[in-house]
């Protein structure tokens, strides 16, 4: 008994210390004026000099939070007891937190750098007239290779992943639509598609490359090839050039037969706290030389025309991380298909992982 | 103690806790897994889960947990045995048990170190000739690292029941000449076999519902009920489905405890009748 209230004891002791600690850490970080704001992004996605600057120039202190996928920042935002006043979600995510009225219009009158984007990225289905999200990022979903450990093979269509030379050589990302989507890609269709029969005929096709996968993982990917632990992943554009930063023999190509095109935004939440240092922030990142040394920083490409012109042009000339108009045009942007649709597509990649298993 | 009155009282907080911690999410789960995707009742979801896939994959999951446990009750059986031969058993014992204090996400990634094509399981390889091999994302690599994580959860209890034997017991059926095998099969192993029980409690159950190794080490293509839950929550979002699943898995569990369970009260850990 006495040992039980000894233990209980210290650990109050230490809990409190911590709490102790806490508190003034957070009291020395908010010495600023300008009130606060809390952001909610991607891990590995931001400059965090660029927080301090931001706090620096503007007084607002900045609380960053990260999240590691679309769903489970929906989820946060949506169960409320959160106030964060700026996210960065995809395209698709988007669209939802749209339809369930999470988000708060975006005044452009507050973001006169909003100029500096590229009209390419503005006004997109997804969000017309950019009422309630602003471009950040963006990028696509291709090959990542490493021609070194493999003979010299080099990729250009989504079938090249089916040569039998290939054997547990190829990772994919452990996400339903971008797996799924690459089965529609290689047979024409749309990877938006939502014929039963398409789905199912994209599905029969991939469990015919199950002796290829070594596997299907998430962040681990980036790891994995730069050891080169693997010598192929299907991968977002942003990872390949995370690996390619540390392994340069790595390359990557985006198929011919199209792939997808995404875009990460900045919006404000409905939950928001506060919204004028929402837009301040969302201001500052789009300045030309912020967007510059973050764009230079992260490895994704920038939507802002300003600052791939301060950018090296050996960077922004790179058609596989920067490719031209006329080759996005084989690109395609996911579209929200609704619940019912990210079900099906959910429960075909399932069988898809069931049927490697042997 | 059954004439203490204050007894009721001290029964408080074990009633509140069961309800709020055991008896209300349980029915939440219940009643979510009526639901469909826009919050209507249905009984779809118990439908699909006779569907092909999810039935597949609840008898892969029985089939990889029974591996594991099996695999574990070898190794723990003798560990257990040869611990209570020792002299230091207590020390013996603390290093066993200290490896589970570490994270598992921790374990995990250590693993993905050891069993990389440029890693220490492959040198080995190696340099008596063999390899490399692919090992990382096999099944190999799932069972040897559940196994692995398992073995601590399944020597305690073992190694309680075996401990409390008392040696009387085993010098007695020497005395009357059983062989060191009869001994063990005759006097031990049904005195001990609580242990084992309670052991399988600790390891099938989990095993059923890993989901973290099912990715780092597996690659995903091993795919228990665990992972299956947890896609319905995170990614399709549909509640409804990952309830149902969830139920199925709550219903396995009071299965195998009442399969594995013991009459007797209190023996669950020591192996002994009272």
Do not use: C
Not at chain 2, 43 to 61: C, P
Not at chain 2, 216 to 241: R, S
């Amino acid at each position: 008994m006495k040992e039980i209230v000894r233990a209980a004891i210290a650990i109050l002791l230490v809990s409190a210390i911590l709490l102790y600690a806490v508190n003034a850490l957070e009291k020395s970080s908010a010495t600023t004026d300008g009130g606060t704001i809390s952001v909610y992004n991607w891990g590995e996605y931001i400059d965090p000099e660029l927080i301090d600057q931001f706090e620096a120039e503007t007084n607002i202190s900045v609380i960053y939070e990260t999240f590691d996928s679309n769903e489970s920042m929906m989820t946060k935002i949506e169960q409320g007891g959160t106030t964060y006043d700026v996210a960065m979600p995809s395209e698709y995510a988007i669209e939802k937190m749209k339809e369930n009225d999470l988000l708060h219009p975006i005044d452009h009158e507050l973001i006169p750098n909003l100029e500096n984007i590229d009209p390419y990225f503005l006004d997109l289905p997804f969000d017309p007239g950019n009422e309630y999200s602003i471009p950040y990022f963006w990028g696509t979903v291709g090959i990542a290779f490493n021609p070194t450990l493999l003979e010299g093979q080099t990729f250009e269509s989504w079938d090249d992943l089916w040569n039998p030379t290939l054997e547990q050589e190829v990772i994919l990302v452990d996400s339903a639509r971008e797996v799924i989507g690459m089965g529609l890609n290689s047979l024409g269709y749309s990877l938006n598609s939502t014929d039963l029969g398409e789905l199912r005929e994209a599905t029969d096709k991939l469990k015919t490359m199950g002796p290829n996968v070594k596997a299907i993982i998430g962040d681990e990917i980036v790891e994995m090839m730069r050891r080169e632990e693997a010598a192929v992943a299907v991968t977002w554009s942003g990872q390949a050039a995370d690996m390619m930063w540390i392994n340069e023999d790595i390359d990557y190509v985006v198929p011919k037969e199209g792939s997808n095109l995404w875009f990460d935004n900045m919006i404000i939440p409905k939950t928001a706290g506060n919204v004028e240092g929402a837009h301040a922030f969302i201001n500052f990142m789009l300045d030309p030389e912020v967007a510059a040394q973050n764009a230079d920083y992260v490895g994704y490409s920038t939507p802002n025309e300003q600052a791939v012109a301060l950018m090296d042009p050996e960077v922004t000339g790179d058609e596989r991380f920067y490719p031209p108009e006329e080759l996005r045009e084989r690109l395609e942007v996911y579209e929200n298909l609704g619940l019912e649709m990210l079900g099906t597509y959910n429960e075909l990649f399932l069988e898809f992982k069931m049927d490697m298993e042997n | 103690m059954k004439d203490n009155p204050s007894r009721p009282f001290y029964l408080v907080p074990y009633y509140l806790w069961i309800a709020l911690f055991v008896i209300a999410p349980i029915t939440l789960i219940f009643y979510f897994s009526f639901l469909d995707l826009t919050g209507a009742f249905t009984l779809e979801n118990y439908q699909n889960f006779f569907s092909s896939v999810y039935l597949r994959m609840t008898l892969s999951s029985f089939w990889y947990a029974f591996l594991i446990t099996l695999i574990t009750i070898l190794i723990a059986y003798p560990t257990a045995y040869w611990l209570t031969k020792t002299k230091h058993k207590q020390l013996w014992l603390l290093l066993i048990i200290i490896p589970s204090w570490i994270n598992l996400l921790l374990k995990a990634y250590a693993f993905i170190g050891i069993f990389g094509l440029y890693g220490p399981a492959n040198k080995l390889l190696q340099t008596l000739g063999a390899g490399p091999w692919q090992i990382l994302f096999t099944d190999f690599s799932f069972i040897f690292v559940s196994v692995y994580i398992f073995i601590p959860f399944m020597v305690l209890p073992i190694f309680n029941s075996l401990d409390k034997i008392n040696p009387a017991l085993i010098d007695a059926s020497r005395d009357l000449g059983a062989s060191s095998f009869t001994t063990f099969r005759r006097v031990i192993f049904p005195l001990a076999i609580n242990g084992v029980k309670s052991g399988v409690q600790a390891v099938f159950i989990p095993a059923l519902s890993l989901f973290v190794i099912t990715r780092l080490i597996a690659g995903n293509k091993v795919i228990t009920l665990g992972t299956a839950i947890e896609q319905q929550f995170l990614v399709t979002q549909n509640w409804g489905m990952g309830s149902t699943i969830a139920m199925f898995l709550i219903l396995f569990m009071i299965i195998i405890m009442m399969l594995t369970g013991q009459k007797e009260k209190g023996g669950s850990y020591n192996g002994k009748t009272k």
